[in-house]
């Protein structure tokens, strides 16, 4: 609380906010006070108020009980139109683009000009030129939103908010969908624009990025403000300890294991060759892809999401069909076996969408804790509860899901409890190799690091591991092998020791590529 | 969390109940009846005596079997609005097997073929848009009605063309197979419909519950109902699932017509289902797609239907199909369970499709998070 | 959570206030003096403006002019019909109709449980034994027969002469032979005054949901219209108001059934082929409060005035007087037994 306002009236201070939601209260007593001009870090894990806060402010949803002020007048109850007039912008996780209008015409969607009564269209170019290239968020103004990429998309709704008027920016999680250098071209722009004396609220539960671009930051925990910290007068370690409650190892560890490395068995784990895969839009989504994976081995494949990797997944686990090459496990063809057979062959597989993938929501504990097995567990002509019961009884403890309770439906646990539940079950089955698939996603700080032990055990315990992670930290971290992918191509296939964000970034973003 | 379960799984019925009741009271004012005494005749005609509820038993049977084909449907994502004509040509199978059987088959063996014939001829009704929404990726939907009117014209035309009794719309009266009535055991429900395949039928309830909970084919069935995608990933074989489930709930819808047929007439009538099938839908519904819950509300309806007759003298029976109307809607509206139900059945297409979610459909999504 | 309970307090209170309520025409229980007879409808109910409202006719002049009491009973499915009768049987009715041949079994069955209630089955399907010889009705329920092909005979005749067309139309209801009975004698009775002229019939379905689509209705009556028929014989129940909208629509003509079907139209309806049943019901109602009913089978044709056709005031403009003596002549000469009706096709 050292770090002195700039001005006296602070542009946002929300206290006593609380929000309920049926039985859940999103928010108790969280409160954040956000200086003019100053880029703010809201942080917290999954489900700690970050989003409910921020949609009170922007006027999407009223609070229960508390106070609401902006530039020192009260606003509490206000309305999203009364926000936008009054300098409120919000950009969301989910673009909202209209992708078959241009960006010009997305940009001033609400608020054309309009000249005789028409809409002037050549006036909205040459004012989202001018905000373009005032803010240094560079987007041709006519070019179709469909036609640009994620990170393009991205500027394109900064700009509409900008040209709402905003002086307060709200930007919920805005770099979960980039590439590292669309990352750093993203903090660029913010900077220039707070120059120009917005306010910006980054809501983040990312370190880095609230180390390297904030000034103040406010921790949430189970809906409460818990902590109001000056960026420069922390650490990564104490920003966690505050959204977790607890001390929470960050980082790497050892990042592969000298000793497994050495003792690494001979002989092919997971392999594929020559794969090719159609995906729903692309022809080639997965291109003539090749690579092996030895047992104690685990290849890491980053990349921008969309380039191919969930195409090559569900190939890979039997969910897609594959258009030419060959998949094997322990050497075995399953090219062309089902998901069951797969399995049954030693595949294990944490899908990269839990919610639609991984997990029955309304399904208890228990029986997610069976799923692709419960053909294992029939006794007679029924499901064996007792063997289901005893093997969620286990599993609950070995992997400290909470609630421990194997009889609740899974939708009532909290992000890092699911995700814990898939690992639980792919990591407790007889497999010989693992698909791993952004295994930490949408998990808070204190799961990632259980999750990325639980992966190196099983490295250590020789299976054959395939992680894809869009979070190029976590490939760092767990990796021995890292290969980028690139519009259905891997364009670069490194040992660990000569990868890292700078040497990678460029194959991300497809400026460079060399055959893999 | 005990607040919410009981404020989803108790209230709603009853509020529901409310609204049904002033509705109807404000429909027999409208008609220039007293509300008190129309609600009264009712009851006594329904539950008042040994009769009424025999008729009411009779009804809720027939219901009960539409309703858990409709819900077992449901489970699986799917929406058979096929019960009608799956119902009637249950109802045919066991007339055929009883017509044919001679009249010294023991009993036991006559009933077990005329129960099997209702199952197997509604499973095949059931089957066909099973089949064709696996192998075709054909609507459901779409099928199940056209599967109504092929099945019914063609029952039509075996029985007026070729089976019938002159002058009537029904076949012969079977030789075997017949269940005896409820009445030969207590008199006191002479004269009423309701007969042993009610016994049958609650057999069909608890295997219906034991085969959706406690059978691996009932986990993997809900699994593709709830979540297409994650059933996929564990394995499940999708269009074998589909199959099966359309083609369970044919069974069970055909298992209805054993009522009619066995129990009651002794012989298939064109027509007999009359609506029956269409009401499974909304007993379904209400019964939350649990085969308790079924059961529970096909006697409701037939409450209502039973209750309709009663109180014919005073009021139209269109006062009794609005009701029936107000109930759905009144417990669509009241129970998420429904809504979810509803628009999984309306929205969520599966089999064919391609699975994948566009774009970046990760933890951002994440439905209960409200952080 | 509260907002529940206070919707369903609010409930509560509304309806304990409305069941209080008694308007003053509520309905009294039957009385006892005089003769009440109990009428259970088909499921086509009532409303059909045809046959079911016939029954209703016949019952309201009974009320009117004989003073009984009659309650009406419409089933909403099959097993209802039974249990309509049966309700009405066991409060103590003298009589109870059955309206239609489907509740032939259900009637067979209760006047055998009910010896001193009277019945009465209109369309009640009379079976035959094995030598082809008709199986008399239990001595208390009388059989409601009518000869329809002989009323329909007639609206052909009128339908060849009045058209002006070498094509008449019919539309039945379900396919079956009850209907087949209608569209045999109305075809006859074209042939008879029109050898060469050609009838197409058509039928609305084969499920008794047949007799209860106007949609489908008016679709068959529209393409009979356009291929140049100018008259449509209708014999479909409800289905029958979609072929009078047809022929306002194309300005040609329609024939009722059943009832007199002239206000559905007006102007567009040449004639209605009347099964009074409003007299058969009216006339075992009397039997029933003179004390002279029995059992037996009652047939209704264009002697008993049974059916016949509606020649009054509203369609005299459109039928010429000496087709109206040519039709009086071939129903005398019906009625003698000269010509002989076929009664299937």
């Known amino acids: 609380m050292t770090a002195p306002a700039r001005t006296p009236v602070p542009a946002v201070r929300m ?384 992997f400290d899901i909470r609630p421990a309770n194997p009889s609740l439906a899974v939708r009532a646990l909290s992000g890092g409890n699911q995700q814990k539940v ?37 490295r250590d315990a020789g299976k054959a591991i395939l992680l894809v992670s869009a979070e190029l930290r976590e490939v760092l971290d767990l990796s021995d092998r890292v290969a980028v992918m690139y519009g259905g191509r891997l364009v670069v296939t490194l040992p660990r020791s000569g990868a890292n964000e700078d040497v990678l970034g460029p194959y991300m973003t497809g400026a460079r590529r060399e055959v893999a | 969390m005990r607040r919410t379960a009981f404020a989803e799984s108790v209230l709603p019925p009853i509020v529901a109940l409310g609204i049904i009741l002033v509705a109807g009271d404000l429909l027999i004012l409208a008609y220039g009846e007293a509300p008190g005494a129309v609600w009264r005749t009712l009851a006594e005609g329904t539950w008042g005596n040994a009769y009424g509820i025999g008729q009411v038993l009779y009804k809720a049977t027939t219901l009960t079997c539409t309703g858990l084909a409709v819900a077992i449907g449901l489970r699986a994502g799917l929406f058979n609005i096929g019960a009608e004509s799956q119902l009637a040509a249950g109802g045919f199978g066991a007339a055929l097997v009883g017509m044919a059987l001679p009249a010294s088959t023991p009993w036991i063996f006559a009933v077990a073929g005329c129960v099997a014939a209702a199952a197997i001829a509604g499973a095949g009704a059931g089957a066909v848009p099973g089949v064709l929404r696996a192998k075709f990726g054909a609507h459901e939907v779409i099928v199940t009605i056209m599967m109504n009117f092929i099945v019914l014209a063609l029952l039509n035309y075996i ?145 209502l239907s039973q209750g309709g007759l009663a109180i014919n003298a005073m009021v139209p029976k269109q006062m009794v199909e609005v009701l029936q109307g107000v109930v759905i809607l009144a417990v669509a509206a009241s129970v998420p369970e429904v809504r979810r139900t509803v628009r999984q059945a309306a929205g969520r297409r599966i089999g064919k499709t391609d699975p994948t979610p566009p774009g970046n459909a990760g933890a951002a999504t994440t439905p209960g998070s409200v952080g | 959570m509260r907002r529940i309970l206070i919707l369903l307090g609010v409930l509560l209170a509304a309806h304990v206030a409305l069941s209080l309520a008694h308007p003053g025409g509520a309905v009294a229980k039957p009385g006892a003096d005089g003769v009440n007879v109990g009428i259970v409808f088909d499921l086509g109910g009532r409303g059909d403006k045809s046959f079911n409202d016939g029954a209703y006719d016949g019952a309201e002049r009974a009320e009117r002019e004989l003073g009984a009491h009659v309650r009406f009973v419409e089933p909403g499915e099959g097993s209802d019909r039974e249990a309509g009768l049966r309700l009405l049987a066991a409060e103590g009715m003298n009589l109870v109709i059955g309206v239609g041949f489907i509740f032939t079994d259900d009637l067979t069955q209760l006047a055998g449980e009910y010896p001193n209630v009277a019945f009465a089955g209109v369309d009640y399907a009379v079976a035959v034994d094995p030598a082809g010889n008709a199986i008399q009705p239990p001595k208390n329920l009388a059989a409601l027969k009518f000869r329809e092909e002989q009323g329909s005979f007639l609206v052909g005749a009128l339908a060849a002469l009045v058209g002006n067309s070498r094509k008449v139309g019919f539309i039945g209801g379900m396919d079956s032979p009850l209907i087949h009975k209608f569209e045999a004698g109305y075809a006859a009775g074209v042939k008879a005054v029109c050898p060469d002229c050609q009838v197409i019939a058509q039928y609305a379905g084969v499920t008794p949901e047949a007799f209860r689509n106007p949609g489908r209705g008016k679709e068959l009556a529209l393409s009979q219209y356009q291929q140049g028929v100018n008259v449509i014989y209708h014999a479909s129940g409800s289905t029958g108001l979609g072929v009078f909208e047809a022929a306002r629509t194309m300005n040609k003509l329609a024939i009722g059934v059943d009832a007199d079907q002239y206000n559905e139209a007006p102007g567009y309806v040449l004639t209605s082929m009347v099964k009074r049943v409003d007299n058969a019901v009216f006339d075992v109602i009397a039997r029933v409060k003179e004390h002279r009913f029995t059992g037996g089978i009652y047939e209704f044709g264009l002697a008993e005035d049974g059916v016949g056709y509606v020649y009054d005031e509203h369609n005299k403009a459109m039928i010429p007087d000496s087709v109206r003596a040519r039709i009086e002549q071939l129903k005398a000469e019906i009625i003698a037994g000269r010509i002989k009706v076929p009664s299937a096709r």
């Open chain 1, 15 to 398: 206290t006593g906010i609380v929000k309920r939601f049926g039985a859940v209260l999103a928010n108790r007593d969280a409160g954040i006070e956000v200086a003019q001009g100053e880029i703010h870090a809201l942080v917290g894990e999954n489900g700690a108020g970050k989003s409910t806060l921020m949609k009170i402010l922007s006027g999407m949803q009223p609070a229960d009980a508390g106070r609401v002020e902006v530039g020192g007048r009260d606003v509490t109850g206000w309305t999203t139109a009364q926000a936008i007039a009054a300098g409120v912008g919000m950009v969301h996780q989910h673009f909202m683009l209209v992708p078959t209008l241009t960006v010009a015409e997305n940009v001033v969607l609400g608020r054309e000009p309009v000249s005789v009564g028409t809409f002037d269209r050549a006036r909205a170019v040459r004012d989202v030129e001018e905000l373009s290239k005032q803010s240094g968020l560079v987007v041709h103004p006519e070019r179709l939103v469909a036609d640009l990429s994620v990170g393009e998309a991205q500027r394109v709704e900064i700009l509409k908010t900008l040209y709402r008027g905003a002086r307060i920016l709200l930007l919920d999680e805005p770099t979960a969908v980039l590439s590292p250098p669309e990352v750093a071209e993203l903090w660029g722009v913010l900077r220039r624009v707070r120059v120009a004396g917005t306010t910006i609220v980054l809501i983040t539960h990312k370190l880095d990025e609230v180390m390297n671009v904030t000034e103040r930051i406010t921790v949430m925990r189970h809906g409460e403000t818990v902590a109001r910290m000056a960026t420069s007068e922390t650490t990564p370690e104490g920003i966690a300890r505050a959204m977790v409650g607890r001390d929470v190892r960050l980082g790497g560890g050892a990042p592969a294991s000298a000793g497994a490395a050495a003792a690494k068995p001979a002989g092919e784990g997971l392999a594929v060759h020559n794969l090719m895969v159609r995906g729903a839009r692309v022809e080639k989504a997965v291109n003539d892809i090749s690579f092996s994976i030895a047992p104690g081995e685990i290849l890491g494949i980053a990349g921008v999401e969309g380039n191919g990797q969930t195409e090559l997944l569900e190939a890979m686990a039997g969910l897609r069909p594959v258009t030419a090459g060959s998949i094997a496990i322990g050497g075995r063809d399953v090219t062309g076996a089902s998901v069951r057979a797969r399995g049954d062959a030693g595949l294990s597989h944490i899908p990269e969408d839990r919610h639609n993938r991984g997990l029955i929501l309304e399904y208890s504990v228990a029986d997610n804790l069976i799923l692709g097995l419960q053909h294992r567990y029939v006794k007679g002509a029924s499901l064996d509860r007792a063997a289901i019961e005893a093997n969620a009884a286990k599993q609950i403890a070995e």
């Open chain 1, 422 to 458: 898939v690992i639980a079950r792919e990591l407790s089955r007889d497999f010989a190799a693992l698909i791993a698939a952004q295994p930490t996603r949408g998990v808070d700080v204190g799961a990632i690091e259980f999750i990325h032990d639980a992966l190196r055990r099983a």
């Open chain 2, 159 to 303: 029985v007026a063309a070729r089976l019938h009794v002159p002058e009537t719309l029904h076949t012969p009266t079977i030789q075997a197979g017949a269940l005896p009535r409820l009445s030969s055991a207590f008199a006191a429900f002479h004269g009423s419909a309701a007969n042993w395949s009610l016994l049958i039928v609650l057999a069909i309830v608890a295997g219906a519950w034991w085969y959706l909970f406690r059978t691996r084919a009932g986990f993997e069935l809900r699994a593709v109902g709830l979540q297409p995608g994650a059933a996929e990933y564990g394995g499940v074989d999708l269009p074998r699932t589909l199959v099966r489930a359309l083609t369970v709930s044919g069974a069970l819808a055909g298992l209805g017509g054993i009522n009619f047929v066995l129990g009651y007439k002794g012989y298939y009538e064109d027509g007999f289902a009359g609506g029956a099938g269409f009401l499974g839908i909304a007993v379904a519904l209400v019964g939350r797609n649990h085969p308790v819950g079924v059961l529970v509300a096909a006697l409701f309806f037939a409450t």
